[in-house]
């Protein structure tokens, strides 16, 4: 089975200043990773994904993510926080069904708050 | 492009009753649509894969009776919360992947629907 832990329920930071939301992923095969991005009261926007090839993955928004395999970790990363970026984050791993398609396994999310 | 809607956005309801809730793939063809459950400041939870033509797959804990899902078209997933209870109050959020999916595919999430039951 597949599992995600993202670390950190909340993460505050100031305007201009780096953002590093953490995901590590357990997974028994090459996995395929995701994160969403949730703003209240809303579906989930995907911000980017990584599926083969390169490991470092730009995303929308500035947003971008770096697949370690060694780390078994996904984090998420932006230079320069705006207050738009306030939301909930969702890392994700996929796992293929026997029936096509894909099974999402979530993270708990990530509230990232963005001061003056 | 990858557009799923919802509707309603929000429904209030009495105990009891039924509320239906669709799910459509507007610029594209879903062969598996999925549905999710999430509560107050908490992840989503997977409820059911929906694949057009044939019955759901629930996962464990959900009660297939209680959450009727219907995937009747390759565009239209719906689901029936039947004989609501105040604690089936949450937001559903169904999402879609398009015809050709597979493991990278991406998972298109609609806009969700807040379900209130008195």
């Known amino acids: 089975a597949q599992s995600v832990t993202q670390l950190g329920s909340h993460v505050s930071v100031s305007e201009g200043a780096l953002v590093l939301l953490r995901c590590n992923y357990s997974?028994?095969?090459?996995?395929?990773l995701f994160w969403y991005v949730q703003y209240p009261n809303q579906g989930l926007q995907l911000l980017l994904k990584?599926?083969?090839?390169?490991?470092l993955v730009k995303g929308i928004n500035g947003f971008e993510a770096e697949f370690k395999k060694s780390e078994t970790s996904f984090h998420l990363t932006k230079p320069s926080a705006h207050m738009s970026d306030a939301a909930e984050y969702f890392c994700?791993?996929?796992?293929?069904?026997?029936?096509?398609?894909?099974?999402?396994?979530f993270g708990t999310g990530t509230q990232l708050k963005v001061e003056l | 492009g990858a557009v799923v809607s919802q509707h309603p956005s929000r429904v209030i309801c009495k105990s009891g009753t039924s509320v239906k809730i669709e799910c459509r793939s507007l610029?594209?063809?879903?062969?598996?649509m999925f549905w999710y459950r999430q509560f107050p400041k908490q992840s989503l939870m997977l409820m059911a894969t929906?694949?057009?033509?044939?019955?759901?797959?629930?996962e464990q804990g959900v009660e297939k009776d209680k959450f009727l899902i219907n995937h009747a078209s390759l565009t239209l997933s719906t689901l029936t919360v039947t004989s609501a209870h105040p604690e089936d109050s949450s937001f559903y959020i169904c999402?879609?992947?398009?015809?050709?999916?597979?493991?990278?595919?991406?998972?298109?999430f609609g806009p969700g629907t807040r379900l209130l039951v008195l």
């Open positions: 999402s879609a992947s398009p015809l050709a999916g597979g493991p990278k595919e991406t998972q298109y």
């Open positions: 997974s028994s095969v090459p996995p395929y």
């Open positions: 990584y599926t083969t090839g390169a490991t």
């Open positions: 994700a791993v996929s796992e293929a069904l026997t029936g096509g398609g894909n099974k999402l396994t």
């Open positions: 610029d594209f063809q879903a062969t598996t």
């Open positions: 929906s694949n057009e033509g044939s019955k759901a797959t629930y």
